[in-house]
């Protein structure tokens, strides 16, 4: 399906909610209000900006991204969906699923006492997925997937977040103590978190299970914290590139690990979900600044 034109997306704007060309004339929804600046490309329905009116940028894009509409962009929120990194038996399918580097059509606009509301949905052929996202002094985000068939499917989803850091030399993690995790950097042998915060001192890449409390990134440099909230997610992944994988990435540069760090919230291994015939599954996220 093609994108929407932005004449035809006009009919949606609000007070405080544009659309508009963003980088490499893509388009954008545009969020300005009192209370925030966000900015979501239609493409792969991706969240790029948040800022919280008078505060540093919540969430990071490299400056070296792509926005070609082909390739997903590297940074913001990020769709995984219906499977997280490789598929499970094509090892020619994309990673991280097929909506991050799709079209998605915008179905509704509305204003809520939080701030204005964007809806998008996109099809696959066993799925169907939307997208509501609320800007205000928090950014909150539903995903809603749906199955449209009359057999059960199983799906993975990760809104693969990247947190802006003053400094991931001096960032900690709290919120993951004691859970299991996937280590992804040692062919995903089952682990359990200490008692400890997690620093970052290395490349780090793990799939936390069944966890449910708030994960808080801690970033002194910068003296705030974003606490990461969700409901109907049991997994959340933590990852930073380091120095030698950000020199493999040709979107990204190869200082930008040290100002960010991903924090994604879904459902995967042994969190993903299975949909009976007509059911839905929603993921609520809520990132804010402490
Ligand atoms: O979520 C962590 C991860 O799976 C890492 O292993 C790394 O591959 C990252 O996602 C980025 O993946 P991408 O396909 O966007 O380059």
Sequence with gaps: MMSQALDELARHALPGLAFTPGRHQLPAAQFHTDQADARLYLHGATVTDYQPAGQKPVLFTSRAAYFDGKKAIRGGIPVCFPWFSTHPTDPDAPAHGLVRTKPWQVTATTQTPQGPRLELATNLEHLHAAIHLTVGSALQLRFIASNKTTTPQRFELALHTYLC??????????GLEHADYLDNLDHRARKTQDADPITFTS???????DTQQDVTLHDPTWNRRIVVQQTGAGSTVVWNPWIDKSKRMADLGDEEYEHFCCIETGCIADNAIT???GQSHTVDLTLQTK
């Design 203 to 209: 490349e780090l890449d793990r799939v936390y299970l």
């Design 275 to 277: 949909l009976e015939p």
């Design 165 to 174: 850091v003053g400094n991931i030399h001096q960032a900690r993690i709290t």
